[in-house]
């Protein structure tokens, strides 16, 4: 079912000042920065090999980013895994009775089709399932 890891997204308070650490410190460069505003988030995305790290901001002070940040801090907010059929997948995963918190796929950053799995059924991670074409 799972091909790869496509991302990893990580929480920040501050892209900018995010961004400068990955481009100027680890020198990853950022080739795409993108506002989702049905999930109030600001993204940057940096490939690094095969896969990339997805810089988050949230975009307002009740957007999922910022209640992440403030309960747990900045840091490592979920794990992303391309598929090839992420409807085919959603139901494989149901039929498996793992919690989704996306029943059907919807556009994330990037031009992707996402959708989450509640971390109850994943041993506490936060994990997207991602079909790029």
Do not use: W
């Not at 910022?66 to 309960?71: G, S, V």
């Not at 990037?110 to 991602?130: D, N, Q, R, W, Y």
């Amino acid at each position: 079912m799972v091909n790869k890891i496509d991302h990893l997204g990580i929480a920040v308070k501050d892209l900018d000042e995010a961004l400068k650490f990955y481009e100027d410190v680890l020198g990853i460069k950022c080739v795409e920065t993108e506002v989702v505003e049905d999930q109030k988030v600001k993204t940057a995305f940096l490939p690094i090999g095969d896969t990339e790290i997805e810089l988050l901001e949230s975009t307002s002070e009740d957007g999922p980013i910022a209640r992440h940040i403030e309960k747990r801090g900045e840091g490592i907010q979920h794990i992303a895994f391309k598929v090839d059929d992420i409807e085919k997948a959603l139901e494989e995963l149901k039929s498996k009775g793992i919690r989704l918190i996306d029943e059907k796929p919807r556009k994330g950053a990037g031009g992707a089709m996402i959708a989450f799995l509640h971390p109850k059924s994943t041993h506490g991670v936060l994990i997207e399932i991602c079909q790029r074409d």
